[in-house]
């Protein structure tokens, strides 16, 4: 009796563990294959819910049903004018036919490393076609200037193809190549550019030189400007000098005319005034003329000596 019960219990436990293997479920994210020894068997399972397998004999291989991101290595590629340029790319694609995709690459880390060989021998003929200047400009629009001394700086070169073109180009060669794998890559684009450090020093040197011509453009315009500011005011300070010396010279005029006109009328007064005319006037002479070193000699009929003598 206990090795009927035993014998029921086994295989009860087989049973339940046969019936879990023959059972799989997908979410959304997710999409299938399902191997008989390493050989799929039936087509690829793509909607989400439960599935059957035959169970201990058949395998489930997953493959993400979302897109799926590649990220290149840098590297150095030349261009067709021999620029030397670092070139940094990714992409995005997608699992199209899982069944396709485990015959010819199994899973997904082979998936990246054929999309390695395949995105970046297309990026390096796509750059060793185009020119530099292709690759980093997109469009032939005419740049906008917001200063006057940019005016005179060259024209910007017109380009015949341009960066989003060439990265089309690369997109659709590598989808060609890619149309039997199982995949599609959605978006490829270029995610850094830099010349290599030679190309680097020349242009820096390019825009060092462009600054300091406009540099010395300013330096040129200022020192005019401060040559025509001087002379302004050099004229300027003559003209309000002049006009002051006139001005002066007319006041000073005007008052030795009203002075001579007073004086006349003091004078022409009496002979008391005319006396102290002579006599003031006389004084103004001394003050004018000596100083307390000076030693004069007078006549004896000399007004002055006359007024010494008489103010004894």
């Given at each position: 009796m206990k090795t009927k019960y035993t014998a029921i219990i086994i295989?009860?436990?087989v049973a339940l563990i046969a019936a879990f293997q023959s059972v799989f479920i997908l979410d959304e994210t997710q999409q299938a294959i399902v191997t008989q020894f390493g050989r799929p068997v039936g087509g690829p399972r793509i909607e989400p819910g439960v599935n059957f397998k035959t169970p201990f004999i058949h395998k489930v291989q997953y493959f993400d049903k979302r897109f799926l991101k590649w990220d290149g290595d840098p590297n150095q590629i030349p261009t067709q004018d021999k620029r030397f340029m670092h070139v940094d790319t990714y992409a995005r694609w997608e699992i199209t036919d899982p069944l396709q995709f485990f015959i010819r690459l199994r899973d997904e880390r082979s998936g990246q490393s054929r999309?390695?060989?395949?995105?970046?021998?297309?990026t390096r003929n796509a750059i060793a076609s185009h020119e530099l200047i292709d690759l980093v400009r997109s469009t032939n629009r005419e740049p906008e200037v917001y200063d006057d001394y940019l005016e005179d700086i060259e024209i910007l070169e017109e380009i015949s193809v341009g960066r989003a073109d060439i990265e089309a180009l690369v997109l659709k060669k590598a989808n060609e190549r890619t149309a039997d794998l199982g995949i599609r890559i959605l978006d490829f684009r270029f995610k850094r550019m830099n010349y290599v450090q030679?190309?680097?020093e020349r242009v820096f040197d390019r825009m060092i030189s462009e600054r300091n011509r406009i540099a010395d453009q300013f330096r040129s315009e200022g020192e005019g400007e401060a040559r025509r500011i001087e002379g302004a005011k050099e004229r300027d300070l003559a003209q309000i000098q002049s006009e002051a010396f006139r001005e002066a010279e007319i006041i000073r005029g005007r008052a030795d005319?009203?002075?001579?006109?007073i004086y006349a009328a003091a004078y022409n007064r009496n002979n008391i005034s005319r006396e102290l005319y002579s006599f003031l006037r006389s004084m103004e002479t001394l003050e004018k003329?000596?100083?307390g070193q000076?030693?004069?000699i007078l006549s004896t009929d000399s007004e002055l000596?006359?007024?010494l003598k008489s103010s004894d």
């Open positions: 295989v009860s436990v999309l390695d060989d395949i995105l970046d021998g297309e030679e190309v680097r005319a009203e002075a001579t006109s003329s000596f100083d000076t030693s004069i000596l006359k007024y």
